[in-house]
């Protein structure tokens, strides 16, 4: 199927054995956020032959709306992932609440519990954005974080700044805009049983990290 739609060698691969073969070294995490949301983050520290971090400056990589840190490492050895950590920046891909990895809450289920969606972008800046720096700034030892966004990761990191949420304003040193996303209008929000978007999440689930 690849070769037959022009699709990179790498398409739908697992992402830790994908990071691998392209000889960088990658880790797996998991945080909590104070609604208790658990979110998971892929970290790529270095190569597999130079694997610590210390003293890199720190990368957040955080992808759009229905998306995961997947979208990072789309593009072979020229996806943006490795070209910072070839940089010489200590990456970190962030995956929101609610997709194919972060898919776990401390009391709700997500395949049941309505309550578990009900969320927006000022929920995942609030509390999702902070709990993210807190966690990544702990293990890296970091002051102060470069963030890179990608359309609903720039909404939530928009959300977050203008409330000043965990105090992220003195916290990132460089924030990055690509095709930023603030808001919709015009679009229903079916049941999460009903949505496509949903479905097509749990689908993809199938193709473990």
Not at 45 to 58: D, F, I, N, R, Y
Request: glycine share 8%; hydrophobic share 35%; proline share 6%.
């Amino acid at each position: 199927m690849r070769k037959a739609f022009g699709l990179p060698s790498d398409f739908c691969k697992p992402l830790m054995p994908l990071i691998k073969g392209h000889g960088f070294a990658v880790e797996r995490h998991f945080y909590s956020t104070t609604d208790d949301y658990i979110n998971c983050l892929f970290r790529i520290p270095g190569t597999l032959s130079e694997p610590k971090a210390t003293g890199k400056p720190v990368m957040i990589l955080q992808h759009g709306m229905a998306e995961s840190a997947h979208c990072f490492l789309n593009d072979m050895e020229h996806s943006l992932a490795f070209y910072f950590a070839r940089a010489g920046f200590d990456v970190w891909l962030n995956n929101s609440r609610g997709n194919k990895f972060s898919k776990y809450h401390k009391t709700l289920d997500r395949t049941v519990d309505e309550e578990y969606w009900n969320h927006s972008l000022q929920e995942m800046g609030e509390f999702d954005q902070p709990a993210l720096f807190d966690f990544v700034q702990e293990r890296t030892g970091a002051d102060k974080v470069s963030y890179f966004g990608h359309s609903q990761g720039c909404g939530q990191m928009f959300a977050a700044l203008a409330d000043d949420c965990g105090g992220l304003r003195q916290r990132a040193n460089l924030f990055m805009m690509c095709a930023p996303a603030v808001r919709q209008n015009y679009h229903e929000h079916p049941e999460p049983k009903d949505n496509f978007l949903f479905k097509l999440g749990d689908n993809f689930a199938r193709y473990p990290p």
